[in-house]
C-alpha cells in the first residue's frame, strides 16, 4: 500500500513539475504514451456528469463514433464518487508536501559518478549482501560490469528506471505471492530491458523470455491473436513459478537464476565438474558463456538501481502507474483503434498496457477470458458504455469490410517429415525457430538429415491466416497470382494482400529464401 501511495504521488508530481517547467518556457521532454484529450468545444453535445475539475474543460475524443451523431460516455454518478473518494485517500498525505519541495529544487546533472573507488564498492556490495539472499560478494568481475554500466547513456538508463516504477509494483505482487525475493524483478530488465514484445534470435518472448515449449508448460498460450509470454501479468506469475521450481531444486538463489537462463541440466553439468561446489563464482568458469556473465549483469543492474541516487540518476515519473490502470473483460471482438475513438486512450496508449495483442485486436473466444487493460480514469466510462461501444465496433467492422484472421491456436508440437531439399536452416525459418532448438529438441548432433526423417518441432507462432481468409484477399484482388515488380519484398508483397502473410508467400510457393526477381509469378493462394 505504501508503494502504491509512492507511485501516485511521483505520478502526481510528474504533472506538476511539467506544467511549471512549461511556465518557464523550458522545454520539457513528452511521455513516451498519454491519454489524449482536447479543447471542448461550445457546441458540443455531450455533457459530462460530476466532472473531473482538472478536466472539466476538456473531453475524451469519444465522442463522435456514429455519422453526425455524438455519444456521451457517462459514468456512474455513485461509482465515480467512490473511485473520486478513493483517490482523494491516495493522495491524502503529509509527506506530499515535503516530497514535492525535494523533487522541485533538485538540479538535473548529465553525468553519472563514474570514478568508484573499489573500497566504496564493498562496502555498498556488503550492504545489499547483508539484506538480500543472493549472494552479493565483491568480485572483480562484477566491479568490471558496474562499470560498465556506469559508462552506459545516462538518459537511456533514466529511461528504464522510469519505466520500472510502471512495472516492479506489479512484479512485486506476483513474486510476494510465491515467496519469491523482490530482488528478482531485477532479472527483467537483464532478459528483456523491460520490453514485453521482445524477443531473442532463437525465439524467447516477452518481459520473462519464455521460449515456446517452457511457456506452454507454464499456460502461457500462442495463437493467430494473442500470445500470453507477452502479457506482463501473466508472463510474471508464469517467471515465478519457474523460478520458485528451480530453487526448490538448487536451494540457492544464485544457482537458479544460472538455471533460468541456460536450464539446470547445464547447472548440473558444472556442480560436477567442479567437484560439488555450490558457489556461483566457484562454478562460473564450468558454465555457458551466456550463463558466465548472466548472474553478474543480474547483480550489477541490482547495484545500480539501489544505489541510483549515490549515482545522481534522476528518472522522471512514469506515466501511468500499475494501480491507475483496470481491466475488462472483453465480450465481443474489438480492435483498439475502435476503443482509442470512444474513450480518447491513444493506441500506443493501449498497446503499451495490452502487449500480448499481436494484431491491434481483441478476440472473443466463448472458452477464454481476453481482457483489455485500460486507465481506470476511463475504464467506469467503458463499462457503463458497453452495449454502445460494441455495437459501435460491430458496425465499424461492417462498414470498413475488414477480415480478420482466423483464431487458431499454436501447436504445441508438430512432427515434420523431411523432403527433399530441406536443410535445418530452411526447417527453422519456416516454423520460426532457430537451428539450435531443432537439434536440441531432436536429440541432433550434427546438421545431416535424411528425407523421411521425423522431426519435433515447437512453431514459435502459428499460421496467422486461414484458407479462407487467404481466398477472400485473393477474390477481393481479382488474381489467383501476383507478378513481382522492381523494389517488391515478400513483406510489401504481403501487405497488398489482406489475409496473406510473408509464411504464406513461402509455403505456396515453395521458397527456402526471401529473394524475388522482377517478373516472378507468385501464388496467392495454396495449391
Known sequence: MVKQIILSFIFLLGIGLQAQEEKEGKQVEKANFRVQIFQKVDSSEIILAN?????????????VIRDSSTVSLEDLPRAAEIDSVWRAQLTNSDLFDTMYKSIREQEYEDEVYKELPTDTLKARLAKLNARTPFNVEYHPVLESVINSYLKRNKKAMERLMALSEYYFPMFEQQLDRYDIPLEIKYLAIVESALNPRAKSWVGATGLWQFMYRTGKEHGLDVSSYVDERMDPQMATEAAAKYLSNLYRTFGDWDLALASYNSGPGNVSKAIRRSGGSNNYWELRRFLPRET????????ATLYLFEYADEHKFQPQGPE????????????????FDQISKVTGVENEMLQFLNPSYKLDVIPFVEDENYMIRLPASVSGAFVSNEAAIYNFAEKDIQTKEKAFPEFVKAEEKIR??????????????????????????????????????????YPRKPNLTTNDAAANASDKNNARTYTVKKGDSLWSISRKFPGITVQNLRVWNDMGTSSLKPGMELKLSKG
Open 292 to 299: 558466465a556473465g548472466y548472474v553478474p549483469a543480474f547483480l
Open 51 to 63: 466532472p473531473d475539475p482538472e478536466f472539466k474543460d476538456k473531453l475524451p475524443i469519444s465522442a
Open 416 to 457: 515434420y517429415r523431411v523432403k527433399s531439399g530441406d536443410y535445418l536452416g530452411r526447417i527453422a525459418e519456416r516454423h520460426g525457430v532457430g537451428v539450435s532448438s531443432i537439434k536440441r529438441w531432436n536429440n541432433l548432433r550434427g546438421n545431416n538429415l535424411r528425407i523421411g526423417q521425423y522431426l519435433t518441432i
Open 320 to 335: 501511468i502507474a500499475f494501480f491507475e490502470t483496470d481491466t475488462i473483460k472483453v465480450k465481443q471482438l474489438i480492435t
